[in-house]
């Protein structure tokens, strides 16, 4: 026992004996309950810490009990600073916890603020919430802290510093962390007059076939989204020249074409083209792979049937979005022709996607939005379109 708690449990601990230099060794460990010491040595720490840096105030509460009626747990130092009739309500999270639990504590620390508010009804006013996270863990709650309604309660972060004592504020103004870059532009001509021959080749096979430069080296033959092959560059053989290779199949089915191989790869063609339509067999699984890029490739052929003012000669697709460690794509960016930014946002009822992802894709795109009208690159709130196969609305 330390300060009244428990800082190793021996009913929980396991043991090991060994004999080392004529010497009996029983060594105990017990990995539940030094997370429970870590805690508890962050705990005094903390209450130091705001005694020291909140002068002024009294540290009227800390605790880090279980209450799962309000869904506390132990992971997260809870506390209340009080001054006069005002208060703050607090929350730290120690150096040892996951960066998950890092970026849920300000879920936590509203419901702590809430908890406090309704405890401390008609006795004090608690301001608000002063959130503590360990040193370099505070992108993503910095980001979402942005959000918060500031009428509500007064947001406070800030990165506490265990070993050096030092507590820094995080202006959450500071909406994160997208740096941008001038990437090499790829000279579309020059890649097609590099594969023409490959390029010829295919659309010989399949007439409707849709090519997207991936890179100066390598370029994709898709048919409605799916890709069935690649034509890209390699080193040949025994020589330091490059040649173009034609890489084929569907998945992890992949394969160099050769004269031994063409038979097949005409009918992987054949079969995609039969299957790959809209009046095409539902059950067959090359109609079902990949349904978000057949709306995607639906959208880049024609994005004027989504709104006729978006300006087609304009238009990337799988444009990354980076928002702290929210990390998404932007599946479709474009301006309409007056100049006003839209995003694209697709998505298919049969694709497994989880609602998780979807939230971050969605914080990311938005954050991108909101990142390009701060700067003054689009003056107008950018529109925000979201398709399924089923139904279709738009945002703006």
Known sequence: MEDGAVAFDLAQSKYSISGERNKCVLHLWSTPTAKR???????????????????????????????????????YTRGLLRQGQSAIAVL??????????????????????????????????????????????SALVRERMAHLHREAAKWRLYEFDEPEDRLKEIDVSDRGNIATRLVHWTDERAVRERFAESVAYVCSLMGEVEIAIISAAEISFRCRGLEFARARLAQEHGSFRSMTQIVFGVGAEERVLSEENNALFVTLLRSVGEVRHAEGPRDHPLWRLHPERWLESLVVENVGAVDERLDASRLYSQVPAVSASDRAMIDVLTVTREGRLAVVELKADSFNDSDIFRERKFRARSHYCFWCRRRCMFIQQPISYFITFRRRFSGR
Do not use: H
């Not at 705990?43 to 880090?64: C, D, H, I, N, P």
């Not at 401390?120 to 919430?129: M, P, R, S, Y």
């Open 92 to 137: 730290g999270v120690n150096g040892e916890e996951t960066q998950a639990s890092v970026d849920a504590a300000l879920t936590f620390g509203i419901l702590w603020l809430d908890s406090c508010r309704q405890e401390q009804a008609g006795k004090v006013v608690v301001e608000g919430l002063s959130l503590l996270v360990p040193p370099g863990t």
């Open 37 to 75: 010491a870590a805690r508890l040595a962050y705990s005094r720490t903390f209450q130091r810490m705001l005694e020291k840096k909140f002068r002024g105030y009294t540290v009227a509460k800390l605790t880090t009990a279980m209450d799962l009626e309000r869904s506390f747990g132990p992971v």
